[in-house]
């Protein structure tokens, strides 16, 4: 009998989230592919291949779901495959403050939220996601309050008492509004430069440097029982030098100094700040890490080892924080010719999540999306397969990494193999404690480009800097904001 990635989080030794982020049209909108079209059934309209559906067009901002979930009348392949492979659900989108916040004050409807000086909120798409998750005794996780990149453009043109003032009644009205209903929330997202120091966005220039510590804590106000977190990109791992206080012995196949990670000196600051957080009394349970990973990429693009990844985890872990992946996808189409993708992207999220999973404070798995036929890589940087589920919503190679990894904490406590990565004729795998195996072979060298010889237009990609091989994205901005 197939067993899917809830029922196998459901057997490991200790609570394990395995979400996924979600998006509505999908979830209740039928897809061509849901349908068997017969055009000799009920007068030519096409049959539902899973269950029956009254089609709601949910992008459109006049056609939303209502907030009493009475417009959810459809059983696509996407809600199917979502509701028996996971046990949470991250809302990707319409929960960022842009989105939720309309031009024009006033209420939408006698159900809606206040009305404020500052636009009128729209709820309706993630009030009908969180009933349907709600409905299927699935976790829900809010993403995000604080970003950025998603702030409402009035922001720029108002005072710094206004925008501190702006920012905690958007904290207070979408927590107070979804309060006992989503319990743990991104709290600020991407505050990090890619040095480690914080972004000079609108927020550190309107509030200072202590406004994440501010937001928090008016988090905490407004739902005392909710798990709070910090989440980031590009931190995902730790070199031996900064959190061992050795080395590994150098240079490797790639041409990367073993020692240090990809992105260390964020990874670092990231450190930092969260234990700054900690230190000052800040009201923070959780840290993420986002793992946007790229097979191919080179520099700091270049995916994290997984006892890099397993190095940062714990030193987080170690203060008193629970840690979660919190994005991941892979993308694999810029491998070079002759990689087998398939296999590239299956060990990256086996290994990496068996790190994850090796480490008692890690808590929670989630993916961005899970099938390829919805990913916001397409739209953000090409035409990529970066997720466990294809364009047909088939269970692809990936699929079984990630099992892989979730099984890694399913044996009892004393059994001989299964067990933190391993099997019973090797135990531990070697991944989890050293960058090589015995061979000398670097982990992830079958596929990643080497620093010193990047392939032929790789200077064209976004951030490649012809001098060093480095990503040169400007502070502040997502590398798939960048010019090309």
Same mark, same amino acid.
């Given at each position: 009998?197939?067993?899917?990635?809830?029922?196998? @989080?459901?057997?490991?030794?200790?609570e394990?989230y395995?979400?996924?982020a979600?998006l509505?049209?999908p979830?209740?909108v039928?897809?061509?592919?849901?349908?068997d079209?017969?055009?000799d059934?009920?007068g030519?309209?096409?049959?539902?291949? #899973?269950?029956?559906?009254?089609?709601?067009? &949910?992008?459109?901002?006049d056609?939303?779901?209502s907030?009493?979930g009475?417009?959810m009348?459809?059983t696509t392949r996407?809600?199917?495959?979502?509701s028996?492979?996971?046990?949470?659900?991250?809302?990707?989108?319409?929960?960022k403050?842009?989105?939720l916040v309309?031009?024009? /004050?006033?209420? #939408?409807?006698?159900?809606?939220?206040p009305?404020?000086?500052?636009?009128?909120y729209?709820f309706?798409?993630?009030? @009908?996601m969180v009933?349907?998750?709600?409905?299927?005794?699935?976790?829900?996780k809010?993403h995000?309050?604080?970003?950025?990149?998603?702030?409402?453009?009035f922001?720029?043109?108002?005072s710094?008492? =206004?925008v501190?003032?702006?920012?905690?009644? %958007?904290?207070f009205?979408?927590m107070g509004?979804f309060?006992d209903?989503?319990?743990?929330?991104d &709290?600020?997202?991407e505050?990090?430069?890619?040095?480690?120091?914080?972004v000079?966005?609108?927020?550190?220039?309107?509030?200072?440097p202590?406004?994440? +510590?501010?937001?928090f804590?008016?988090a905490?106000? @407004?739902?005392?029982?909710?798990f709070?977190?910090?989440?980031d990109?590009?931190?995902?791992g730790?070199? #031996?030098?900064d959190c061992?206080?050795?080395?590994?012995g150098?240079?490797?196949?790639?041409?990367r100094?073993g020692? =240090?990670?990809?992105?260390?000196?964020?990874?670092? +600051?990231?450190?930092r700040?969260?234990?700054?957080?900690?230190?000052?009394?800040?009201p923070i349970?959780?840290? +993420?890490?986002?793992?946007h990973f790229?097979a191919?990429?080179i520099g700091? $693009?270049?995916?994290?080892?997984?006892s890099?990844?397993?190095?940062q985890?714990?030193?987080i872990?170690?203060?008193?924080?629970?840690?979660n992946i919190?994005?991941?996808?892979?993308?694999?189409?810029?491998?070079?010719?002759g990689?087998?993708?398939?296999m @590239?992207?299956?060990?990256?999220? !086996?290994?990496?999540?068996?790190a994850?999973?090796?480490?008692?404070?890690f %808590?929670?798995i989630?993916l961005? +999306?899970?099938?390829?036929?919805?990913?916001?890589?397409?739209?953000?940087?090409?035409? =990529?397969? /970066?997720?466990?589920?294809?364009?047909?919503?088939? !269970?692809k190679?990936?699929?079984r990494?990630?099992?892989?990894?979730? !099984?890694?904490?399913?044996?009892p406590?004393?059994?001989?193999?299964g067990?933190d990565g391993?099997?019973?004729?090797?135990?531990?795998?070697?991944?989890?404690?050293?960058?090589?195996?015995?061979?000398?072979?670097?982990?992830?060298?079958?596929?990643?480009?080497?620093?010193?010889?990047?392939?032929e237009?790789?200077? $064209?990609?976004?951030g490649?800097?012809?001098?060093?091989?480095?990503d040169?994205?400007?502070?502040?901005? /997502?590398?798939?904001?960048?010019p090309?």
């Amino acid at each position: 009998m197939t067993t899917t990635l809830r029922e196998t @989080a459901a057997s490991c030794r200790r609570e394990v989230y395995i979400g996924a982020a979600v998006l509505p049209r999908p979830l209740f909108v039928l897809d061509y592919d849901d349908v068997d079209v017969d055009h000799d059934h009920d007068g030519g309209c096409p049959r539902p291949r #899973i269950g029956c559906a009254t089609i709601s067009t &949910v992008d459109d901002d006049d056609e939303k779901p209502s907030a009493n979930g009475n417009r959810m009348t459809s059983t696509t392949r996407y809600s199917g495959i979502l509701s028996s492979e996971f046990n949470s659900v991250v809302i990707e989108h319409h929960l960022k403050w842009s989105p939720l916040v309309h031009a024009l /004050p006033g209420p #939408i409807s006698q159900s809606s939220p206040p009305e404020t000086t500052l636009g009128r909120y729209d709820f309706r798409h993630v009030d @009908a996601m969180v009933d349907w998750a709600m409905s299927r005794n699935m976790h829900v996780k809010g993403h995000v309050l604080i970003w950025h990149i998603t702030s409402p453009p009035f922001l720029e043109d108002m005072s710094p008492d =206004d925008v501190r003032g702006a920012v905690k009644r %958007h904290i207070f009205a979408t927590m107070g509004y979804f309060r006992d209903r989503i319990r743990m929330w991104d &709290v600020v997202n991407e505050a990090l430069a890619s040095d480690g120091t914080l972004v000079e966005n609108v927020f550190y220039r309107k509030m200072g440097p202590g406004y994440i +510590g501010e937001c928090f804590r008016w988090a905490h106000e @407004a739902d005392p029982n909710s798990f709070l977190i910090y989440n980031d990109n590009k931190v995902e791992g730790c070199g #031996i030098r900064d959190c061992d206080g050795g080395s590994d012995g150098g240079i490797g196949a790639s041409g990367r100094l073993g020692a =240090d990670a990809p992105n260390q000196a964020k990874s670092d +600051g990231y450190y930092r700040l969260l234990k700054s957080l900690v230190d000052d009394g800040v009201p923070i349970h959780g840290a +993420g890490m986002q793992a946007h990973f790229d097979a191919s990429g080179i520099g700091r $693009n270049r995916p994290p080892t997984p006892s890099m990844v397993k190095r940062q985890i714990r030193r987080i872990g170690e203060l008193g924080l629970k840690v979660n992946i919190s994005e991941m996808d892979v993308r694999v189409s810029k491998l070079k010719a002759g990689v087998n993708r398939d296999m @590239a992207q299956t060990i990256i999220y !086996r290994d990496v999540l068996t790190a994850a999973l090796s480490e008692s404070c890690f %808590h929670g798995i989630w993916l961005w +999306g899970f099938s390829d036929r919805h990913t916001w890589v397409k739209n953000f940087y090409h035409d =990529d397969t /970066p997720l466990i589920f294809d364009d047909a919503y088939e !269970r692809k190679m990936a699929y079984r990494g990630v099992e892989d990894a979730l !099984r890694s904490i399913t044996c009892p406590d004393g059994s001989d193999g299964g067990c933190d990565g391993g099997d019973a004729a090797t135990g531990v795998a070697w991944y989890l404690e050293s960058d090589y195996n015995e061979a000398g072979d670097e982990w992830g060298s079958d596929w990643m480009t080497p620093e010193s010889d990047p392939e032929e237009g790789e200077e $064209n990609f976004r951030g490649w800097n012809e001098e060093n091989g480095r990503d040169t994205t400007k502070e502040g901005l /997502p590398d798939w904001l960048q010019p090309p």
